[in-house]
């Protein structure tokens, strides 16, 4: 005996998703949501940089202050330097310089003192000045940062690490804390830098002159080289001043007409 076949029922018309609806497969259902990404640096709050950065253009005020006391011990002491050169070619008495070559070396190491106790103390302030707008900038823009917020600190101190990588994590916090379509306009983090690792480079000559000079030709060499680099030092200050002021203000502002940043 012959069994009919069942007749096949058409498939809907409609478009694709209707269809399968209608065939009872779970792809005609919505689509949840997707749960938002978690920032990659982790929990950021946004709080108020004004106090640091204030802070941290008075520490650099007081570096410029110093290297101007440093100046003119480096003046006095290649003045020194070279009147002993002259006497020792004309054949004369050092007697009358001994007293001043004294007053040289006594004012070179107060300087000294003085540069590095306000280096240090700068140092730090700038350091959390530097933590606090990092995480801002990771309230602006949590996937815009190359690097942890750990580079914030470590990036300055590990060898030649440090010689570009605080310079690009600069940038970033500028790019997440300009207002919104303004042009990146970073030419000043550029020239910062550049002033940055110049005295850097020629501080490392001055010392190492220093550390090796003997003679009063050796002295008076090291000490001109050591004036450049204290010249070179005030600029760099106050470039670090600029760039400290403009992305506390940019931060501030961006703050006020956004999230509510907290008092820390």
Known sequence: MTVPSTPQQPAPEGPAPAR???QGTPSGLPLAPLPPLPPPNGPATLR???GL???TAALLGLVIATDLFALWADYVLYDVAGGIRNALAGGGSLDALTQRADRADALDAAAGIAQ???LVATVVVYLIWFLRVRVNAEVFNPFGHTYSRTWAGWGWFV????LVRPRRIMAEIWDASRPAGDPARQGIVGVWWAFWILRWAVDRLAASSTSKAE???AIQDAALQA???DALDIVSAALAIVVVV???RMQDRKAQAGPVASDG
């Open 20 to 22: 399968a609806a209608a």
């Open 48 to 50: 108020s940089p004004v």
């Open 53 to 55: 950065g204030k802070a």
């Open 116 to 118: 590095v106790a306000a």
């Open 159 to 162: 060898p030649f690490v440090n």
């Open 215 to 217: 003679t009063a030709d």
């Open 227 to 229: 004036l450049f680099a």
């Open 246 to 248: 403009r992305l506390t």
